[in-house]
């Protein structure tokens, strides 16, 4: 089995907050609620990085691909810290690195691939990054991904 990544392959973190319907019957988290996280990472980061308006915008970001490992369990009422990265941007898309991680542990829990293709919001046809938005993501990239 493939190792997981560690906190040093990320380059932004924040702490969320799990709830009681996370859990599964086993006691940890639904895989489904995982991507939940996921997506929250990265939607949090552009809406808070002021680089993209992510209500009404002309430019959005629709997923095209996801995948995610994982590596342990997670699970109310411990929070999830998030790890951000971009490990590739594209004319027209990116593709996010996001580790989910238990508290002080430095593997991830879970780690996934979520990539984005930024699209014209009414005509829903890929448009070039914005620099604005392009220049806040070159923050976040980390190209060395251990796949």
Same mark, same amino acid.
């Given at each position: ?8 392959? =990320? ?20 895989? $489904?609620?995982?991507?939940? =996280? ?5 939607? *949090?980061?552009? $809406?808070?990085? *002021?680089?993209l308006?992510? &209500? *009404? *915008? ?6 095209a ?7 342990? &369990?997670?699970?109310?009422? $411990? &929070? ?6 971009? $490990?590739?941007?594209? #004319? ?25 293709? =930024?699209?014209?919001?009414?005509? #829903?046809? &890929? ?21």
């Amino acid at each position: 089995m493939r190792q997981s990544p560690t906190r040093g392959h =990320y380059v932004h973190f924040e702490t969320m907050t799990t709830r009681w319907r996370d859990n599964d019957v086993y006691a940890h988290m639904n895989n $489904a609620t995982y991507y939940e =996280y996921v997506d929250t990472a990265v939607n *949090g980061w552009l $809406a808070r990085s *002021g680089a993209l308006d992510v &209500p *009404g *915008g002309p430019v959005i970001g629709l997923v095209a691909e996801t995948g995610c490992r994982f590596h342990a &369990p997670l699970g109310f009422p $411990a &929070p999830v810290e998030a790890g951000l990265a971009v $490990a590739h941007l594209g #004319r027209s898309s990116v593709v996010y690195r996001v580790g989910l991680f238990a508290e002080s542990v430095d593997a991830a829990a879970a780690d996934a691939r979520f990539v984005h293709v =930024y699209v014209d919001r009414d005509t #829903r046809r &890929p448009v070039p990054l914005p620099d604005r938005l392009r220049d806040a993501l070159t923050g976040l990239l980390r190209m060395d991904w251990p796949d």
